[in-house]
C-alpha cells in the first residue's frame, strides 16, 4: 500500500518534450534531428552572405546548388550543430550547473539574430585592417556570451569549439578543398574563430531551451498524472 500511494517523483533527466508518448532514445534523436536541420537552414544563409562578399571561395566544379554552397558544407554544420545543441545541457547536467539565465524563446531568437548580424558584419562591413575587424568581432562574440549566456561551461565549450572548428577549417585550405580571400591567419581569416565561438553560444541556447522546454512539459504530464 505505502508503494502504490507514494508520490511519482520526476526523473533526474528530462528528455524531449514528446517523452510522455515516446522513449527517452527516440527523444534524443528528434532534438539531434531539430537541431541538425537548424544547423543546416543557417549554414546555407550565412555560407551564402560569406560567398557573396567573395570571403569564401570554392572550386567551380563544386558549386552545383541553387545557394552557391558546395554539398558538404550544410551537412556538416547540421551535425556540428546538433552535436553542439545536446552537448551543452549535457555538460550543465554533468557540472551540476543547470542554465537559468533567460530560458525563453525569445532570447533565444535575439541570439540567433545576434550571431547571424556578427557573420553578417564579417562579411559587409569594411574595416582598415584585418586585426580592427577580428578585436571587434572578438568583442560582439563575447558581447553575446555575456547577453544571454554568462556560464563557464558555456564560455568553455565556446572556446573549445571556436579552436576544433578553426583547426578543422585550416587543414580543409591547405587540402585545397577551399580558400579564403586574403587569408592572415594560417590559411584562414583571423577573425574566423569568433565566428565559431558565436555559433557555438548560439546553439548551445537552443539546445538548452529545447532541454529545457522538454523538461518543462514532462513536469506538467507527471502532475496531470
Known amino acids: 500500500m505505502a508503494?502504490?500511494?507514494?508520490?511519482?517523483?520526476?526523473?533526474k533527466k528530462c528528455g524531449p518534450y514528446i517523452s510522455s508518448v515516446t522513449s527517452r532514445g527516440m527523444n534524443l534523436v528528434i532534438r539531434g534531428v531539430v537541431l541538425f536541420f537548424i544547423g543546416v537552414f543557417l549554414a546555407l544563409v550565412l555560407n551564402l552572405l560569406q560567398i557573396q562578399r567573395n570571403v569564401t571561395l570554392f572550386p567551380p566544379d563544386v558549386i552545383t546548388s541553387i545557394f552557391s554552397s558546395a554539398w558538404w558544407v550544410p551537412p556538416c554544420c547540421?551535425?556540428?550543430s546538433a552535436v553542439i545543441g545536446l552537448l551543452y545541457p549535457c555538460m550543465d547536467r554533468h557540472l551540476g550547473e543547470p542554465h537559468k539565465f533567460k530560458r525563453e524563446w525569445s532570447s533565444v531568437m535575439r541570439c540567433v539574430a545576434v550571431f547571424v548580424g556578427i557573420n553578417h558584419a564579417s562579411a559587409k562591413v569594411d574595416f582598415a585592417n584585418n586585426i580592427q575587424l577580428s578585436l571587434t568581432l572578438a568583442a560582439l562574440s563575447i558581447g553575446l556570451w555575456w547577453t544571454f549566456d554568462r556560464s563557464r561551461s558555456g564560455f568553455g565549450l565556446g572556446v573549445g569549439i571556436a579552436f576544433l572548428a578553426t583547426l578543422v577549417s585550416q587543414l580543409l585550405v591547405y587540402n585545397g578543398v577551399y580558400q579564403y580571400t586574403s587569408p592572415d591567419f594560417l590559411y584562414v581569416r583571423s577573425w574566423l574563430p569568433c565566428i565559431f565561438f558565436a555559433g557555438g553560444i548560439?546553439?548551445?541556447n537552443i539546445g538548452r531551451q529545447l532541454a529545457m522546454y522538454e523538461c518543462k512539459v514532462i513536469a506538467e504530464k507527471s502532475h496531470e498524472d
Open 202 to 204: 548560439t546553439m548551445g
Open 78 to 80: 547540421g551535425t556540428a
Open 3 to 11: 508503494e502504490n500511494d507514494a508520490t511519482p517523483t520526476l526523473p
